[in-house]
């Protein structure tokens, strides 16, 4: 019997087909269709400046859109072999790993939800809730964030980020227990995910899988670890892994790395380089919008001295922040607002990133970022030809050799545990498809 | 982190077949004629100091109008890529993309990773305009399967000895490549109802 899973299905996260051959209730084989969200990303980022790729890139993994932004940043950045600041380095740091949080408590809520535990999922989106509030609070977004910048960030950390984050991720590590108590002992639950959607080693290898779901199977592979980027290589942290390669160890996998991505963060707040934030004391404080229609007119005398307020969701991104958090290089970061408005070579240097025909024009070469995204490594293979355009953006979605071996795993099982095992491929479709 | 050794390992083996190597930005690329594609990457697998057991992206790259698109020409009558305060980095290094000739118009670009011996290399084969085509990979790595599908789709590339070459994220019934720079990025096309 041929049984039609998708492509619009309540236990299909995102848009996919699966076409089930059945013997009884067994799976006898699978044929995956995906493409149902292309979007002509790759296509897309070659139409226009190299910045404009960024709004884009979040709509790659929509669960963890600041991973994607810095991977991007990062090939571009190596392209112009420009290095950004370290303070800078651990806000990136900061950021993906919050990302990876509430990745991980999308996955496995929404998996532990279609077994019947709906109260976990209810706990574990209301901790994703407070970590995107800490997400907002620094981006200004809550998921298409755009924080990303090539050589370095848009805003720098709001007053008071340190104390507020550590306070939410002991609230989140209440939770986390929680979650724990009721699911890793649970009869139900057990019984679904142990000995399900098993893996072995080497075909894990083979299909190209990173990331947890390779770790689940005994591989202790993390790019943080093997090929250290950004201030990684600084930072203590445990690589779980797990030994029987099903889904109930993926589950443990990636409890036990919320754990570690939380002692990242920690860490990384305590060793945030401050700097002297050049402040300056003259006490003159302009709105943006004021400022704007005043550098109109042509009044610009007093913006040397002068602060400017931009709207709360650009907090962090003036001038006395920008040095901190982008890195000295004016062939590709944008000026900080009152150089902009405030006089005449911070609008020649904007003018110069901005208009068409000139912008950021990294020198024809090639480059192949590989950062750890949320289900594995999530690469950048960016091509330059030497214009203002990247002339090939490639994106290596982690979750798509998961999807290329999803026949492996659910042949020899039952229907009913595609629905874990899907769950725990942690499948997104914005990436998938690009 | 270097690993030249990779790259000196396979031109010492395989002198015909390699077209040329360089490395930039401390990555290593080797350029693989496409009739040696197969030993070579058989070499890399199973060669214990190679040992590149995960294939772990593959593409392509349209190298049509490289260089000499609207956006690469300046358009002002001042073109100054850098600022005038600015001067170039003091250690520029080149990046060519040794292919013999213009005709190569298609790289197919394979990043194979070790996870024992923690190296990657990037190795290119160029193909030319007219009906490329590359022997498929999918007898070494599994996951040689969906990328050499997505190639195809995109680019039109032939992957022989493919087991299911077939579209993987546009819909049967497709005309055309997408991502070949000569297709235009406007252009519409009727979606076709499933097959089933």
Partial sequence: MFLNIGPSHPAMHGIIQLVAQLDGERVLGVDVEIGYLHRAFEKESERGPYNNVIPYSDRLNYVSPLINNF??????????????????????????????????????????????????????????????????????????????????????????????????LDEVRKVLLECDTLLTRNRIFVDRMQGTGVLAKDTAISYGITGPFLRGSGVALDTRKAQPYFVYDRLQFDVPTGRHGDNYDRYLVRMEEMEQSMRLIEQALTQLPAGAVNVDVEGRVLPADVMVDEAKMGRVAGFMQTRVVTDPTLEGSTRSHHGLVNAPEKRAVLPAKEDTYGNIEGLMHHFKLIMVGHGIRPPAGEYYSAVEGANGELGFYVVSDGSDRPFRVRVHPPCFPIMAALPKLLVGDMVADIVPTFGSVNMIGGELDR | ???????????????????????????????????????????????????????????????????????????????????????????EEAWQRLVPSDAYRFDVVYHFYSTTHNHRVRVKVPLKAAEPSIPSLTGLWASANWYEREAWDMFGVTFTGHPNLRRLLMYEGFNGHPLRKDYPVNKRQPLVGPIN
């Fill in chain 2, 1 to 91: 982190m270097s690993n030249d050794h990779v790259s000196a390992a396979v031109q010492a083996r395989f002198s015909r077949h390699v077209l040329g190597a360089h490395s930039y930005r401390g990555q290593e690329t080797l350029l693989i004629r496409h009739e040696g594609l197969l030993e070579v990457a058989r070499f890399l697998k199973d060669d214990p100091s190679m040992a590149f057991d995960c294939l772990m992206d593959l593409t392509c790259v349209d190298y049509l109008k490289f260089g000499a698109s609207l956006s690469s020409a300046p358009t002002l009558a001042t073109p100054s890529p850098l600022p005038y305060y600015m001067k170039p980095k003091p250690t």
């Fill in chain 1, 71 to 168: 991977g991007y940043c990062l090939a571009v950045e190596r392209l112009l072999a420009i290095e950004v600041t370290e303070r800078c380095q651990y806000i990136r740091v900061i950021m993906s790993e919050l990302s990876r949080i509430t990745d991980h408590l999308t996955c496995v809520g929404a998996s532990a939800m279609e077994l019947g535990a709906f109260t976990v999922f209810l706990y574990m989106i209301k901790a994703r809730e407070w970590l995107w509030e800490l997400i907002e609070l620094v981006t200004g977004a809550r998921l298409t964030i755009s924080y990303g910048r090539v050589g370095g960030v848009k805003a720098d950390l709001p007053d008071g980020f340190a104390e507020r984050t550590r306070r939410t």
